[in-house]
């Protein structure tokens, strides 16, 4: 495999796609990207398997405009325009995540916001805002975003924020680096359980705007401690 990038960069890519399985955000389905090193009008991200199996041999190229370039002709993902409209619009994102993560899909078709209820989540801030396809394409879609058009509709919603909610479908989470694109993956899932829980118990006190700003530049600065944490749960790959 040559594609002109760090042997660590893979790894990180690899391993992002085993944690988010073992954590629980992702299942058979679910991707994650990051940007090329030297050519940051591509990215990288595996061809379409499910994400616990994903070794390095499995990683394949894309454009910006979601053509998979790869000498054996694999095809990535059908939802490959989700990486490539985000990268394209959003030139500080270094990776992208698009899981259907359980317990945020509610917040995604009620009218509960998902808002940070505890420091470890205060990348979310004030704002999770929820893509609705029915605004770009009437209501005889499949929920898929299949074409660049569909993503470069997200990437609007998705906006300057960290998470944007699909209706009815998951959710997008972007970062600076793979690790901390999984950092907010899997807190997202874990903020959306602790939310649904409290909002059973009463009206929940979320982080104000600052609280939020403030907390995820500290949790920034610790992202390493997780994730080392995280590759040591991961059970070795089948040979």
Same mark, same amino acid.
């Given at each position: 495999?040559?594609?002109?990038?760090?042997?660590?960069? *893979?790894?990180?890519?690899? #391993? &992002?796609?085993?944690? +988010?399985?073992? /954590?629980?955000?992702?299942?058979? %389905?679910?991707?994650?990207?990051?940007?090329? $090193?030297?050519?940051?009008?591509?990215?990288?991200?595996?061809?379409?398997?499910?994400?616990?199996?994903?070794? /390095?041999? @499995?990683? !394949?190229?894309? @454009?910006?405009?979601?053509?998979?370039? @790869? &000498?054996?002709?694999?095809?990535?993902?059908? $939802?490959?325009?989700?990486?490539?409209?985000? %990268?394209?619009?959003?030139?500080? !994102?270094?990776? !992208? *995540?698009?899981?259907?993560?359980?317990?945020?899909?509610?917040?995604?078709?009620?009218?509960?916001?998902?808002?940070?209820?505890?420091?470890?989540?205060? %990348?979310?801030?004030?704002?999770?805002?929820?893509?609705?396809?029915?605004?770009?394409?009437? $209501?005889?879609?499949?929920?898929?975003?299949?074409?660049?058009? +569909?993503? /470069?509709?997200?990437?609007?919603?998705?906006?300057?924020?960290? !998470?944007?909610?699909?209706?009815?479908?998951?959710?997008?989470?972007?970062? @600076?680096?793979?690790?901390?694109?999984?950092?907010?993956?899997?807190?997202?899932?874990?903020?959306?359980?602790?939310?649904?829980?409290?909002?059973?118990?009463? /009206?929940?006190?979320?982080? #104000?705007?600052?609280?939020?700003?403030?907390?995820?530049?500290?949790?920034?600065?610790?992202? $390493?401690?997780?994730?080392?944490?995280?590759?040591?749960? +991961?059970?070795?790959?089948?040979?």
């Amino acid at each position: 495999m040559s594609l002109n990038v760090s042997a660590q960069l *893979i790894s990180d890519l690899v #391993s &992002a796609n085993h944690i +988010l399985a073992n /954590e629980g955000v992702f299942d058979g %389905f679910g991707h994650v990207s990051v940007r090329h $090193e030297t050519h940051p009008n591509r990215f990288l991200i595996a061809r379409s398997m499910a994400p616990s199996m994903v070794t /390095e041999e @499995d990683i !394949v190229e894309c @454009d910006f405009e979601g053509q998979v370039h @790869d &000498a054996q002709g694999r095809k990535s993902y059908l $939802e490959r325009f989700i990486h490539s409209a985000i %990268f394209k619009a959003r030139p500080d !994102v270094m990776s !992208v *995540i698009h899981s259907h993560s359980p317990a945020v899909i509610p917040f995604g078709v009620t009218g509960a916001r998902l808002r940070p209820i505890c420091h470890m989540s205060g %990348f979310l801030g004030s704002t999770t805002p929820v893509f609705e396809i029915r605004d770009a394409v009437g $209501e005889s879609s499949d929920m898929l975003i299949r074409n660049q058009s +569909l993503g /470069e509709s997200l990437a609007k919603t998705l906006a300057s924020n960290a !998470v944007a909610l699909l209706r009815g479908h998951g959710n997008v989470v972007v970062g @600076d680096s793979v690790k901390q694109a999984v950092f907010r993956a899997i807190y997202t899932e874990g903020n959306a359980r602790l939310q649904a829980q409290s909002m059973l118990m009463g /009206e929940p006190v979320y982080l #104000s705007e600052d609280e939020a700003l403030n907390s995820a530049e500290t949790n920034a600065g610790q992202i $390493e401690r997780p994730w080392e944490l995280w590759k040591r749960k +991961l059970a070795p790959m089948p040979r």
